[in-house]
């Protein structure tokens, strides 16, 4: 993997090229590896979609130098957005629902951009909602859109996995990640379909989110407190494809909680909800491989960390599991 030993002009080429870190509390025969994202100058995954969307819609005159960016999002997506906006001569707007980090909100605004709260309930509908009606109000205003724009799969498949491929020779058994929008999900999927179609793949959802209605399953819908991943309304999520997805992984808060306090006391890694819900996965699947229950090309298991306890610690990830979701 090529790693930035070079100097850099801006924070803008210091996205991506993340370190790929084995995770222990996994077989010896069948490694687990997470891209730690966390290192992006965002210190999330997201800063991959801000730079490539940005960059991308500026070169087909999508959005004109000058213009705005209006995304309704989790958090992760504004800061992601906001690093690139301000480098590339873009404005930045964003609605979050109030249910989200504030340290998110907080981190939006430091970037220069505008953050718009909607009420809870809403959900992420409310936010798109109001993103679409904020942009037709404004000349020049663009809603990039993560839910529906494949440039948000596009960026994964471009950047996340081949890194991931680089630096594990090609040898990848099967790719497992927690599905906010499912961009990072579909993009490492078609990629590493497209070198071998018997790739496992393998979605993540917290328990309460209704993914499973695409499987057929009867989904049944409730409060999580894992971030940044699940849906309450699937037909938001559009780029997510189930024809390329094997297995979804349903993770409980009360184990994510344990595995976020696991992860970082044995194995070092100051990460969160999402990610702890991915090791999780990962590892599940890991073991389903190690007992010959899924054929794979090759024996190892690749996720996401995508990004770091630190923007979580006023929610009480490390207090009590009743202090977190309480
Ligand atoms: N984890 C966190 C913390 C996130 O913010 C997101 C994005 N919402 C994801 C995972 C999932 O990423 P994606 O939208 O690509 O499915």
Redesign the pocket.
């Known amino acids: 993997m090529t790693t930035h030993r070079e100097p850099l002009d801006s924070v803008l080429e210091a996205v991506g090229e993340t370190p790929l870190v084995r995770v222990h509390a996994s077989p010896d025969s069948v490694p687990v590896y997470a891209k730690l994202e966390s290192f992006n100058p965002g210190a999330?995954?997201?800063d991959r979609i801000g730079r490539y969307m940005l960059e991308a819609m500026l070169a087909d005159g999508t959005l004109e130098p000058g213009g705005t960016v209006i995304e309704p999002t989790?958090?992760?997506?504004g800061i992601g957005f906001a690093v690139a906006a301000g480098q590339l001569d873009v404005d930045a707007v964003f609605v979050v629902p109030e249910r989200f980090s504030v340290e998110k909100q907080q981190l939006m605004r430091a970037l220069g951009a505008e953050v718009i709260n909607t009420p809870s309930e809403d959900g992420m509908g409310g936010a798109i909602d109001r993103a679409h009606a904020l942009a037709d109000e404004l000349d020049g205003a663009v809603v990039p859109q993560?839910f529906e724009n494949p440039l948000?799969t596009e960026a994964h498949y471009e950047t996340t996995a081949p890194e991931v491929f680089e630096a594990l020779d090609g040898e990848v058994g099967a790719v497992v990640?927690?599905?906010?929008?499912?961009?990072?999900?579909m993009g490492l999927a078609r990629y590493a379909l497209e070198r071998n179609p018997d790739t496992h793949v393998v979605a993540v959802q917290p328990e309460g989110s209704t993914y499973g209605e695409l499987f057929g399953e009867d989904a049944e819908e409730g409060e999580y407190k894992t971030?940044?991943?699940g849906t309450h309304d699937v037909s938001t999520n559009e780029l997510f494809d189930p024809s390329q997805v094997d297995d979804l992984k349903t993770i409980p808060d009360e184990d994510v909680h344990e595995e976020m306090a696991r992860l970082a006391s044995e194995e070092g890694h100051l990460i969160?909800s999402?990610s702890a819900a991915n090791s999780l996965a990962a590892r599940q699947v890991a073991r389903e491989i190690e007992r010959g229950e899924v054929d794979v090309p090759h024996d190892s298991v690749v996720t996401v960390f995508?990004?770091s306890s630190e923007r979580y610690l006023s929610k009480g990830v490390y207090r009590s599991f009743e202090e977190w979701t309480g």
């Open positions: 999330s995954v997201k989790a958090g992760n997506t993560q948000n990640a927690g599905c906010g929008t499912g961009g990072t999900l971030e940044g991943i969160a999402s995508a990004d």
